[in-house]
C-alpha cells in the first residue's frame, strides 16, 4: 500500500524546510545539486551510531555483525530500486564521481591508441574528466553527441558516432542543467550493436523516475545519495555480473583482496573487490533509509506533481521578453534553467536569496554544453517532491522582483 501523495505532511518530514532565509521562508530551489534530507533519512544514521555501530565485515563480535547487516541491508534496497538482479551488482562508492572514476579506470588497461569514448554534450564534469584522462594517458578519441535545438538528444549523430573502435558509450540518463532524459535502452541498444560497454550517469534521473537496469540492459549505472533525499558521501555503481569480472579494481586496500604475498595478490569477488577500505557505513545506511522513504510513495503521484511544478514555472516565464529556457524536449525532467538578457545569472541568484528563494547560478559542471548553449552560465531552478506550487509563485514574482532591479 503506498502512501497517500500529501505535500504539506512531506514537507513536515523535513526539518530544514520550515527555517526563514533573510527573513523570508526557505523556498529550496536546489535539488538538482543536493536535495534535503527527510527524518527518517537524519534518524537512521544517528540511531545506527547509537545503537549498533563497529566496522563492517571483519568481526566475530555481535556490533560488527549488525553493522555489517545494515550496510548490506542497503546494497540490497539499491539492489531493488534499480531492478539488478543481484546485489554482487551494487557497489557503494562514495559519489556519482567515484562511480564514474572507478570505471574508467578500471578499463583503462584495455584502451589502445585510438579507441573510442562516446559521449553526449550535455554531460557532467563528472562523466567528462574521467574519460578526459583515458584521453590524456592512453591515447582514446572522445567523441561528442550534439543535441537539438530543444535539448534533446541527437540519436542519429550518435548512432553515426559509433564504430568498432567504439570502446565505451557513457552518457546522462538525464542532463542537470537541460532536463533532458535520454532514451537509455535505445542508447544501449546501439551500443551494443556496435560491440561497445554503455554507462549511464544516474546522479540526476534516480530521483525522478523509475530505473530498471535489466530492461535498460545497461553495463553501468551510476547513482548518487545525495540527490535522492539521502547523505553525502555515498553513491553507488550499478555494474552487469559479466562486465564486473572483467572490469580491474581501482582503489587497493582492505576487504578487496583474497590472498596477499610479497609478489602476488588475488583479489575478491565484486561487489567488494570494489570496495577498498573501510566504506562510508552510516551514509550507506543513510542511502537505504532515503530509498525506503522515497519508496512509500507512488513513483507516478511523484512524478505528476514534479512535472505539474516545472510546467507552472515553465508557463510563467516562457513569453517574458529577454528570458530564454535552455532545455524543452519533450519527456523532460523537472530542471528550469534560464538566461535573462543584461542580467548576470550570479546576479539574479543573488537578488533571489535575498526573497529566500535558493537556485543555482553557473556552468553547473557542464562547460562543454555551455559552449554550444553560446553561454558561460545559466541560472537553474530545479524541483523536489516536496515543492509546492505556492513556492513556484513566489520564485516567480522574485525573479521578475530581480529583472526590475537589473535591466
Ligand atoms: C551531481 C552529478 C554528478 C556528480 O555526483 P556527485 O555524487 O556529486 O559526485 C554527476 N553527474 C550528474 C548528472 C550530476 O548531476
Redesign the pocket.
Given at each position: 500500500m503506498s502512501r497517500p501523495f500529501d505535500v504539506d505532511a512531506i514537507r513536515a518530514e523535513f526539518p530544514i524546510l520550515s527555517r526563514e532565509v533573510n527573513g523570508k521562508p526557505l523556498i529550496y530551489l536546489d535539488n538538482?545539486?543536493s536535495a534535503q534530507k527527510p527524518d527518517a533519512v537524519l534518524d537512521a544514521m544517528s540511531e545506527q551510531g547509537r545503537t549498533a555501530y563497529a566496522n563492517v565485515h571483519r568481526g566475530i563480535h555481535t556490533l560488527a555483525n549488525e553493522t555489517t547487516e545494515a550496510y548490506e541491508g542497503a546494497r540490497e534496497k539499491i539492489r531493488a530500486f534499480l531492478n539488478a538482479n543481484s546485489v554482487n551488482e551494487i557497489i557503494f562508492t562514495k559519489?556519482?564521481?567515484?562511480a564514474?572514476n572507478l570505471v574508467a579506470n578500471g578499463i583503462a588497461g584495455d584502451i589502445q591508441p585510438g579507441d573510442e569514448i562516446v559521449l553526449s554534450i550535455m554531460e557532467?564534469h563528472?562523466?567528462i574528466i574521467p574519460w578526459h584522462f583515458l584521453r590524456e594517458r592512453y591515447g582514446a578519441v572522445l567523441k561528442w553527441v550534439e543535441v537539438d535545438e530543444t535539448g534533446a538528444f541527437d540519436m542519429a549523430a550518435y548512432e553515426a558516432a559509433l564504430s568498432s573502435k567504439t570502446k565505451m558509450v557513457a552518457v546522462?540518463h538525464?542532463?542537470?542543467v537541460l532536463g533532458t532524459v535520454t532514451d537509455a535502452a535505445e542508447i544501449a541498444r546501439l551500443a551494443h550493436a556496435a560491440g561497445a560497454e554503455v554507462l549511464f550517469?544516474g546522479?540526476?534521473s534516480g530521483v525522478h523516475m523509475d530505473i530498471d537496469v535489466q530492461a535498460l540492459d545497461c553495463d553501468y549505472y551510476?547513482l548518487?545519495g545525495?540527490?535522492i533525499y539521502g547523505p553525502t558521501g555515498i553513491?553507488a555503481l550499478y555494474g552487469k555480473a559479466d562486465a564486473l569480472a572483467r572490469l580491474r579494481p581501482f582503489h587497493g586496500g582492505g576487504e578487496m583482496i583474497e590472498i596477499v604475498e610479497r609478489e602476488r595478490v588475488t583479489y575478491n569477488e565484486a561487489p567488494h573487490k570494489f570496495e577498498a577500505g573501510t566504506p562510508p557505513i552510516l551514509q550507506a545506511i543513510g542511502f537505504g533509509a532515503a530509498l525506503d522513504w522515497l519508496g512509500q510513495f507512488e513513483s507516478d503521484d511523484m512524478i505528476a506533481h514534479e512535472h505539474a511544478l516545472y510546467e507552472r514555472a515553465y508557463e510563467a516565464v516562457r513569453g517574458v521578453n529577454g528570458l530564454t529556457v535552455h532545455g524543452t524536449a519533450e519527456g523532460k525532467g523537472a530542471v528550469l534553467s534560464f538566461s535573462v538578457e543584461g542580467a548576470h545569472p550570479h546576479d539574479l541568484a543573488q537578488i533571489l536569496d535575498r526573497y529566500g528563494v535558493a537556485v543555482r547560478a553557473g556552468h553547473h559542471?557542464a562547460q562543454p554544453l555551455m559552449d554550444h548553449l553560446g553561454v558561460s552560465a545559466t541560472a537553474r531552478a530545479s524541483f523536489g517532491i516536496y515543492n509546492t506550487l505556492e513556492e513556484v509563485d513566489a520564485f516567480i514574482e522574485a525573479l521578475h522582483k530581480a529583472r526590475g532591479m537589473l535591466i
Open positions: 538538482a545539486a559519489g556519482g564521481t567515484e564514474i557532467h563528472s562523466n546522462t538525464m542532463s542537470n550517469d546522479c540526476q551510476v548518487t545525495h540527490k553513491g559542471c
